[in-house]
């Protein structure tokens, strides 16, 4: 088991040799996800580490590197960093990752990994019926995400001297929230960061998101730089939701997308005023049509030691009946080496 455990954690050493950014452009899910099929953006930096959730330090030996993002009224910060596997998994090591989970799972997962390191800024509830319980909040976005919902990356090359000007421009300025959920949201975050990189190469679309920024737009334009840049090295790969009977998450869209692709939009739309609707489909068709890579190398799927390309994978959850691997209890039970779910592993370009 340690043998096959030592085994990968060199391969992913390996394949981190370089520095890299990743933009997460993950899925959107539950009831406001049907309403908002925008998603949410974060960034993964594989060199660039979480000393706490609001400073940033170069990556030690070993270490997979962080996920920041902007977050909605979360202890009235801007933007948090939590080291990647807590932030797919809610656990702190790739082993103790479940095959399946539920609801319950899931919530106990992210309470014990608050109470271990998030209780700064996710204090228990205080007072009344629930006091001592955790508390409600976006806090949960902290942590679990592929829980919760299905993931894409796109994954371009950067320096450790672009990594050092990152943290230290976020490390020195404040970082009091201002979120805003058209015009300073966390795509236009992740567009603010990856242009600290890459200056100008990730921008708004007024034609076909009306100026607000999507990860969708974000990933668009993002793959367009590299394209126009072939000399950079680019990768894209997928996290998928982790199996069980917590539901699937939904795909991903931008405005102008969502209203055409939906029949309780457009066709009230057309009959008020055809000559709008219209507009929005040749917008659409125009430069809105951009989908998630069908060929995305995927991280390890439970049970299997091969990568696969996403559109080979089913994301189907299994019956409600299924136990989860892992105990939420003290003492857990691990899942076997063969069936953790690893890392993700971008591709290189041949």
């Given at each position: 088991?340690?043998?096959?455990?030592?085994?990968?954690?060199?391969?992913?050493?390996?394949?981190?040799?370089?520095?890299?950014?990743?933009?997460?452009?993950?899925?959107?899910?539950?009831?406001?996800?049907?309403?908002?099929?925008?998603?949410?953006?974060?960034?993964?930096?594989?060199?660039?580490?979480?000393?706490?959730?609001?400073?940033?330090?170069?990556?030690?030996?070993?270490?997979?590197?962080?996920?920041?993002?902007r977050y909605h009224k979360i202890d009235g910060y801007d933007w948090l960093a939590i080291p990647l596997v807590p932030y797919l998994y809610a656990v702190e090591r790739v082993e103790d990752v479940p095959v399946t989970a539920d609801a319950e799972l899931e919530a106990s997962l992210r309470d014990r990994y608050?109470?271990?390191?998030?209780?700064?800024?996710?204090?228990?509830?205080?007072?009344?019926?629930?006091?001592?319980?955790?508390?409600?909040?976006?806090?949960?976005?902290?942590?679990?995400?592929?829980?919760?919902?299905?993931?894409?990356?796109?994954?371009?090359?950067?320096?450790?001297?672009?990594?050092?000007?990152?943290?230290?421009?976020?490390?020195?300025?404040?970082?009091?929230?201002?979120?805003?959920?058209?015009?300073?949201?966390?795509?236009?975050?992740?567009?603010?960061?990856?242009?600290?990189?890459?200056?100008?190469?990730?921008?708004?679309?007024?034609?076909?998101?009306?100026?607000?920024?999507?990860?969708?737009?974000?990933?668009?334009?993002?793959?367009?730089?590299?394209?126009?840049?072939?000399?950079?090295?680019?990768?894209?790969?997928?996290?998928?939701?982790?199996?069980?009977?917590?539901?699937?998450?939904?795909?991903?869209?931008?405005?102008?997308?969502?209203?055409?692709?939906?029949?309780?939009?457009?066709?009230?739309?057309?009959?008020?005023?055809?000559?709008?609707?219209?507009?929005?489909?040749?917008?659409?068709?125009?430069?809105?049509?951009?989908?998630?890579?069908?060929?995305?190398?995927?991280?390890?799927?439970?049970?299997?030691?091969?990568?696969?390309?996403?559109?080979?994978?089913?994301?189907?959850?299994?019956?409600?009946?299924?136990?989860?691997?892992?105990?939420?209890?003290?003492?857990?039970?691990?899942?076997?080496?063969?069936?953790?779910?690893?890392?993700?592993?971008?591709?290189?370009?041949?």
């Open positions: 088991m340690l043998s096959v455990f030592a085994a990968l954690v060199s391969l992913m050493s390996g394949l981190r040799a370089h520095a890299d950014a990743a933009l997460l452009m993950e899925e959107p899910y539950a009831q406001f996800g049907a309403f908002n099929p925008t998603g949410h953006a974060a960034i993964y930096l594989n060199h660039v580490c979480a000393e706490t959730p609001t400073r940033l330090r170069a990556c030690r030996p070993g270490e997979p590197g962080a996920v920041i993002s608050r109470r271990r390191h998030l209780m700064a800024i996710a204090p228990d509830v205080a007072e009344g019926k629930k006091a001592g319980e955790a508390p409600e909040g976006e806090w949960t976005q902290l942590i679990g995400a592929s829980y919760d919902r299905r993931i894409y990356g796109f994954q371009i090359q950067t320096t450790p001297e672009e990594d050092r000007e990152f943290m230290n421009r976020y490390n020195d300025s404040p970082n009091i929230g201002h979120f805003n959920l058209l015009f300073h949201n966390c795509a236009d975050f992740s567009r603010t960061l990856l242009n600290v990189y890459y200056p100008h190469g990730v921008h708004r679309n007024f034609f076909i998101d009306l100026g607000i920024t999507t990860p969708k737009q974000v990933a668009r334009s993002l793959t367009k730089y590299a394209d126009r840049h072939p000399e950079l090295t680019f990768s894209t790969f997928m996290i998928p939701q982790v199996p069980g009977s917590i539901k699937r998450s939904h795909p991903i869209d931008g405005v102008v997308e969502s209203v055409v692709k939906s029949k309780k939009y457009v066709l009230p739309l057309a009959v008020l005023n055809p000559e709008v609707a219209a507009g929005l489909v040749v917008a659409y068709l125009t430069d809105g049509r951009f989908k998630a890579p069908n060929d995305a190398t995927v991280e390890i799927v439970p049970g299997e030691s091969t990568t696969k390309p996403a559109d080979a994978v089913s994301d189907a959850a299994p019956a409600a009946t299924e136990t989860p691997v892992v105990q939420p209890v003290p003492g857990m039970v691990p899942a076997t080496p063969e069936a953790r779910r690893p890392l993700p592993v971008p591709t290189t370009p041949q």
